[in-house]
């Protein structure tokens, strides 16, 4: 775009499994450009003294989670085939990434980051003991049904802030119980305008003050993020189709 | 175990990621019992150990062979260390996550004096007995090798087998003789006899020390005729016919030496006295180019990395360098990869490669003069002048360079306080040189570091038989500089004298030293190369409580007839060469580097014969 030219981009999905799953944001974005290389593929990079390639990812997982619905742009120098980049990425991949999916596209677009508006997650509680499972489908009621959700953070300048996150809790779905372990969905707001991270809104719901749930673990894994049209959710992958180059044409 | 690692306790360590062995290029393979498991470890963090080229080599080489797995393993921080006591896990390999007190090897590397007290505290956290009298047939054998390894004297208590020279073949053979031992697996003894007589191995166990009444070594001896008197150190003699990995682990978080590397030579041709590694590493092999290039493009096809590095002791002295770095920058002319050359000289030629490889970006350039004085640099045998330094910087400066460091070491044998001020002076010289570019043209950002570590006597070096300047000397001589240094564009900094000083006790002690390091260690002494670790007091009681007087190793001028604990190593080189080299040096008297004429180190006379520049 800088230079008043069409931009090709190639929109990936991937997954980030559990063999990856304590691996950084900032790693995840190293490691992603290095399969690129391996790949051979022709990315474009930024000018100036240091040069570094043209990717962007959506919003940051936080390190200990899996996911399904990972997406990243990347900037072509040369129109290819989402097919041919998927089998080239997967071919080179370490264990724990995949490539879900690929659009190449040379049409202008927002940015990733930019459209992401919801997350929705499936978290498995372990609990110590299965007592612990009782009455959660109550529990989930009575926590939704609060009036403000109060999340306490300590800023960049290190003083302490309030804000209410209710609004920001679209669903909270109870899936199933087996033994000791509790499934649930939740779908919250997710992107760089609004967002709340699974793991506080689970905190928030298991430790309350009178019956806590006593737990060993958490699991939590992305299922999808989601961008919204027309008052509904879809893929970030949907808002995209697949145009070939001109001079592919 | 593995369920309580990995959900339990791994979410609540710092950088989990070096706990868990799935980086790219890792190996993974299926164990049966025919499986030879060897632990590959690294005695400090994950970041420091992955920088480590030797384990990279030896990691790859050993899981080409059938049977034979090699995985990682490296001190646990101290975070992670303590989760593990708390839930009784004992350390893991990397790759499986399997306990290596199953294994049957753990093979230690060497590299650092300091971490000394790390290998005793793997040992422990993987339910190892310390000791190598203590251990059965149902605990794995522990090897070291390393630099260090030139004299494992201190270690020997706890090792039971020391690979001595490179590791390649040696390393093989060891590991041949203990499949078949492995079948009936009769006594520990019955496999280490067997292996004694592979040229570099060296079992601590089968020999024995005699002490004279000041506690000066008076015999060093097989307990057996069946046993060699001396060892000799292993080399390569081919290096673009010796292995080298096409893979290398590409790790998920950064590490020091966060680069593809390709060794270009080993060995050094300079013979700077100081210096254990441009002796102990004799005789100079270089790799072709075309290998190099090969080694190279592989590795970096396979990584995905954006920087190469060229490893060996002395880039500026590889034979072809100028070719192989103009084909190398063609190679990846439009690849955005970056080059970095380690370890160049102090000449105007470096500052021209520097410029070549560093076109646009100009991050700095570290040189090591060692000494502040032209008659200390010739006391080292630093072939290099200050006319070179100042020509050197002064072309830098020219070329745009602002930020430039330079590397001393205080405590050299005849040092006096004018080479103390030397250093100093130096530094203002070379200010000098930058004000003397135009201002226009010079870098604004104008930076001139000197560092000073303090000098560590090392065996096998013409500085062997030297004491090491005490602690309160060394800060005297720091803060004298310190004073010197006046300009606020010259920054001074220094390395702390404690743990210098107990780098020299280690790198020339003998087997006694052994309970010392027992007691630091129980005392809680790990991680001695971290400032934030490092307890000087706990090591001073451990001296006293074991009654060993550290004075003795460190400051002791020993005489040339003294038997040091490590001469029943054949390093190539022979002691003839280094007392003539320490003479020299206390007359200041240069002596020529290899490739201008041969001084006869002994090399030449090395197992079938060597000549250094046959070729040439």
Known sequence: MEDGLAMIIARIKFSKGEEVKYISHLDLQRAFQRALRRAEIDIAYSKGFNPHPKVSFATALSVGMTSDGEYVDVELNNWQNGKELTKKLNGVLAKGIKILDCVVSDERQPSLMSTIKMGLYQISIHTKDKKYTLGINSRIKEFLSQDKIIEERINKRGKKTKRDIKPLIKSIILLNIEDNIISLEMQLATGSQNNVKPEIVIKKLVNNEETPIIYDFLKIHRVELFTEMNGKYISPIDLFSEKPGRENM | MKSTLENIILPKVKNPIQYIGNELNSVHKNVNKNTIRYAFAFPDIYEIGMSHLGMRILYHLLNEQENIYCERVFSPMVDMEKKLRENSIPLFALETMDPIKNFDFIGFTLQYEMSYTNILNILDLANI????????????????????????????????????????????????????????KTSRKDFLHSISNIEGVYIPAFYDVEYDEEGKIMGFFPISNDYPPKINKRIIRDLDKSFYPEKMIVPYTSIVHDRIMVEIFRGCTR???????????????????????????????????????????????????????????????????????PSLRIDQF???????????????????????????????????????????????????????????????????????????????????????????????????????????????????????????????????????????????????????????????????????????????????????????????????????????????????????????????????????????????????????????????????????????
């Open chain 2, 129 to 184: 007995p310390l000791l190598s009298k203590d251990r059965t047939l149902e605990h794995p054998f522990v090897m070291a090798g390393g630099p260090c390894g030139y004299n494992p004297e201190p270690l020997a208590d706890f090792v039971d087998i020391v690979v001595l020279g490179e590791g390649e073949e040696v390393l093989l053979e060891i590991l041949e003789v203990y499949r078949q031992w492995k079948k009936q």
């Open chain 2, 271 to 341: 013979g700077c006295r100081f210096c254990q590694a441009g002796i102990v590493y004799r005789p100079v092999r270089e790799k072709s180019p075309d290998t190099i290039r090969e080694i190279a493009n592989k590795l970096i096809q396979s990584s995905g990395y954006e920087e190469l590095s060229l490893a060996s002791l002395s880039t500026s002295d590889y034979t072809h360098l100028i070719p192989l770095v103009e084909k190398l920058m063609e190679d990846y002319k439009d690849r955005n990869i970056g080059l970095s050359l």
């Open chain 2, 350 to 616: 470096s500052v021209k490669l520097a410029e070549q490889i560093q076109k646009v970006r100009k991050s700095g350039l570290t040189f090591a003069p060692e000494a502040g004085t032209q008659r200390l640099r010739d006391v080292i045998n630093k072939g290099v002048m200050e006319e070179d330094i100042l020509r050197t910087v002064g072309q830098a400066f020219e070329s745009g360079w602002g930020t430039i460091k330079l590397y001393f070491m205080i405590g050299l044998p005849t040092e006096t306080i004018e080479d103390i001020e030397g250093i100093g002076n130096l530094g203002e010289k070379v200010l000098k040189e930058y004000l003397k570019v135009d201002m226009e043209k010079r870098n604004k950002n104008i930076k001139i570091t000197l560092s000073t570590s303090s000098f560590v006597p090392k065996p096998f070096t013409p500085f062997q038989w030297e004491p090491q300047n005490t602690m309160e000397e060394l800060r005297e001589k720091q803060i004298h500089l310190k004073r010197t240094i006046r300009d606020r564009k010259i920054n001074y900094n220094w390395h702390d004298n404690k743990t210098s000083f107990l780098e020299a006790v280690f790198s020339r002690g003998d087997r006694r030293l052994g309970k010392v390091l027992l007691k630091a260690w129980e005392k809680g002494c790990k991680f001695d190369g971290w400032n934030e670790h490092f307890n000087f007091n706990k090591w001073l009681e451990a001296f006293q409580e074991v009654q060993v007087d550290p004075a003795f190793y460190a400051y002791r001028q020993r005489k040339y007839d003294e038997i040091l604990p490590w001469d029943f190593i054949d390093i190539g080189v022979t002691k003839e060469f280094l007392i003539r080299e320490h003479k020299n040096a206390l007359k200041g008297r240069v002596t020529p580097y290899c490739r201008e004429a041969c001084v006869y180190c002994g090399i030449q006379d090395l197992d079938g014969g060597w000549s250094c520049y046959d070729n040439s």
